[in-house]
């Protein structure tokens, strides 16, 4: 079969109706009252407003087993007032001897490597989109968003309080979320609710509400019921205006410059139309406290992908993002405003009914005249309608326009990009099954009109099995500038298994292992092929959680392009087009266990490269952490590539060539309190040529109001001397209306 029709016969395989049923966890329940008294958030249960509360208890392991209550017990109490959801968890120790387990008091932690409690809400009832709030033992918060049934969107950040204590054989976690904070349907009685806990030292993620351990603990299909007395209070005047002022100077250090003051101002709003719908305004806003990407060597021929960080594009972000796979998205928020001006923009998004979404965003970005770029506009439109039990068909509109464009001017830029997209997403009840398929449209100037992309993709996770099939083709003409689409003009199909072994022994300390394998395959419009990559590993996952695994796979790749495998940002050497090459290779990871206070973790690989070359990749990142306070990881990534084959460009010589690539990166975090940290990332990028220092301290002086100091310094590597430098004081504030 020819790969252009594959997708539409995995379409017909598997678009089966889902009857709508019962949820899996429907008897399971809890029926939250209206307290009694009031309730200060201090992590000691004594209030008047938990007493005649319903108790829950019971949580069931989910791994290393998940056929048998945990030994790590856990009993949660729920309340609510008029203005606020009330949660109080008792998380017992199975090992009261041990200390708990935690990195840091930083927010946002790592599930992983945290003993930790999450309360996952899901107040639409849809097992597709919901909320967590959760913290570790030391009292560092977590909150995130959940979409797509299972995906975490931890960037996000609101308004809410905790606190803990910690009293050696159980700890505490009492919380307060403003109904403000969340979203739902009002005067629905019944919504999801989970709970979520890791307990490090006896190896074991227990749950509330039952799942099965090849799933994660987030995972909606599989909610309990939380069901109120009378429906929730409908939020009043729910109007949060965060404005921010901005004072700092930034130096480049080049001949005849001099330092660049800057100070600024600007604001978001958030207004709820209504409980489930909200509308986030933004007028000069400004992201320089955002977190630094971690930086990579690149030897890809194609474009890297670094997710969105920046808080106001992130709540119902899915709506926008979700459209396509990895290397087809129609719209990637990222394009939007980083290194140029973003004016003004506004955003609404939430559900207009309990089955229909909407998304809608139009942003406006200022022109730069040394880029010759115009001023752009960025429109948005998203819908998704809720099918059968838990799937769902979207579409997506997109339009990016240059106003006042001169093509004599703006000769680097189009007058306008617009795409089309709809997909169709299907989660089977049990979550078994899942996949999706798109059909997107571009439509650009002087489009030819071969400018269409589809994807579709099929997935069969069970205890033992997870099987996958994703199938893709991009026209030669499409064209996503808002997008994240790095490679065109291909017709690509990958098919996966992957089958788990569970040892019968509780005392074994593995928690699962076995082999693993994939395959990617493309090729050319014209049908012929392009590349193929077979990869073939054997995992093992300890109960620790550990892991260990060991690959070897081959590569053939006929080049359409000419290409320096020694370094993709530079010209000087390359392989021509047309050129055909394939090798082997392999290697072995290893993640230690996150017990122990001092961590490590190592990847390599070892093989052929490009014209019969050879190339070695080292990586190796250790941490310590002098627990709650202080974190610090340091890791290298090492390169070597040898016997090259290449073209001098300047010469046209040919000659063997050899290239090295360092890339060191450590990261140090020091949390005085849960609201006061200090952050500092130290990186050199030998491919890059630079060294980068950002270090930044955050005080949050009330819920979701900070002050930031952020300072930064590029190098030059050989001598240090300074590249650029910049230093920033940045000042938000929530204030609700």
Aim: glycine letters at 6%.
């Amino acid at each position: 079969m020819h790969l252009k029709h594959l997708w539409l016969a995995v379409l017909l395989g598997w678009f089966t109706p889902v009857v709508v049923a019962q949820k899996l966890n429907e008897s399971l329940q809890y029926h939250i009252k209206r307290a009694e008294g009031s309730i200060k958030i201090d992590g000691i249960l004594d209030d008047a407003g938990w007493q005649n509360t319903e108790l829950a208890t019971d949580f069931w392991m989910m791994t290393p087993m998940d056929t048998s209550l945990t030994r790590a017990q856990t009993e949660f109490r729920l309340s609510y007032d008029d203005k606020n959801l009330y949660m109080a968890v008792i998380c017992h120790e199975a090992y009261p001897e041990r200390p708990y387990v935690v990195e840091s008091l930083k927010r946002d932690f790592n599930f992983s490597r945290n003993d930790n409690l999450w309360v996952i809400l899901e107040p639409f009832n849809d097992l597709t989109n919901g909320f967590v709030f959760g913290a570790n033992p030391a009292g560092a918060q977590m909150d995130a968003l959940i979409y797509d049934g299972s995906e975490l969107n931890a960037n996000w950040d609101n308004k809410w309080f905790s606190a803990t204590q910690y009293l050696g054989d159980k700890w505490i976690f009492e919380a307060a979320v403003p109904f403000k904070t969340l979203r739902y349907k009002a005067g629905e009685t019944r919504w999801g609710i989970n709970l979520s806990r890791l307990d490090i030292h006896s190896n074991e993620k227990s749950v509330w509400a039952k799942i099965p351990r090849q799933f994660k603990s987030i995972t909606l299909a599989y909610t309990g019921v939380l069901v109120w007395d009378q429906p929730p209070p409908t939020p009043g005047n729910n109007i949060s205006l965060i404005p921010y002022v901005l004072s700092g100077v930034n130096k480049t250090y080049q001949p005849n410059t001099s330092p660049n003051p800057t100070a600024d101002v600007g604001m978001d709003a958030k207004i709820a139309l209504n409980s489930s719908l909200n509308l986030d305004l933004t007028v000069n806003p400004d992201f320089s406290q955002v977190d630094v990407d971690q930086q990579v060597t690149n030897l890809d021929r194609f474009e890297l992908f670094f997710p969105e960080r920046r808080q106001f594009f992130l709540e119902n972000s899915d709506l926008f993002s979700s459209f396509g796979t990895n290397s087809i998205r129609p719209f990637f928020s990222r394009r939007i405003g980083l290194g140029v001006p973003i004016q003004y923009g506004a955003r609404l998004s939430g559900k207009l009914n309990k089955d229909l979404r909407i998304g809608l965003m139009n942003m406006q970005t200022g022109s730069v005249g040394n880029e010759g770029r115009p001023t752009q506009n960025f429109s948005v439109l998203a819908l998704q309608q809720k099918l059968f039990s838990r799937s769902n068909i979207g579409l997506l509109l997109l339009n990016k326009e240059s106003l006042n464009f001169d093509s004599s001017e703006h000769y680097n830029f189009t007058r306008f990009n617009r795409n089309l997209a709809l997909e169709y997403n299907l989660a089977s009840k049990s979550n078994f099954w899942t996949g999706k398929l798109m059909a997107l449209k571009s439509f650009s100037p002087n489009s030819k009109g071969n400018d269409m992309a589809q994807t579709a993709s099929l997935n069969y996770t069970s205890r033992n099995w997870v099987m996958g099939i994703v199938t893709s083709h991009v026209d030669d003409d499409f064209s996503a500038e808002t997008g994240f689409v790095p490679r065109k003009g291909y017709f690509f199909a990958s098919p996966s298994v992957n089958y788990r072994m569970y040892p019968k022994s509780n005392n074994s300390p593995i928690f699962y292992h076995g082999p693993s394998s994939f395959a990617n395959f493309y090729t050319n419009e014209a049908g012929t092929k392009t590349d193929h990559l077979y990869y073939i590993t054997y995992q093992v996952f300890f109960k620790d959680q550990s892991s260990l695994n060991i690959w070897t796979a081959q590569d053939w790749v006929r080049l359409a392009n000419p290409f320096n495998p020694l370094n993709p940002f530079s010209s000087d050497y390359y392989v021509q087009s047309g050129t055909i090459h394939q090798w082997q290779a392999g290697g072995f990871n290893y993640t230690s266990t996150p017990k122990t206070r001092f961590t490590y973790g190592f990847r390599s690989r070892y093989g052929g490269y490009y014209t019969n070359g050879r190339r070695l990749n080292l990586n190796l990142e250790v941490g310590y952490r002098f627990q709650p306070y202080v974190a610090i990881t340091v890791g290298g990534d090492f390169n070597d590539i040898r016997g090259v084959t290449a073209t001098n460009s300047a010469t046209e010589l040919v000659e063997k060539k050899n290239n090295r690539f360092v890339l060191m990166n450590s990261k140090l975090d020091i949390t005085f309190t849960n609201k006061l940290f200090w952050t500092t990332y130290l990186q050199y990028n030998e491919q890059q040529d630079n060294v980068n220092l950002n270090t930044r301290i955050q005080w949050r002086f009330k819920p979701a109001s900070d002050v930031f100091l952020v300072y930064t310094d590029n190098y030059l590597p050989n001598s240090f001397a300074l590249k650029n430098r910049a230093i920033i004081l940045k000042a938000t504030y929530w204030w609700g209306v």
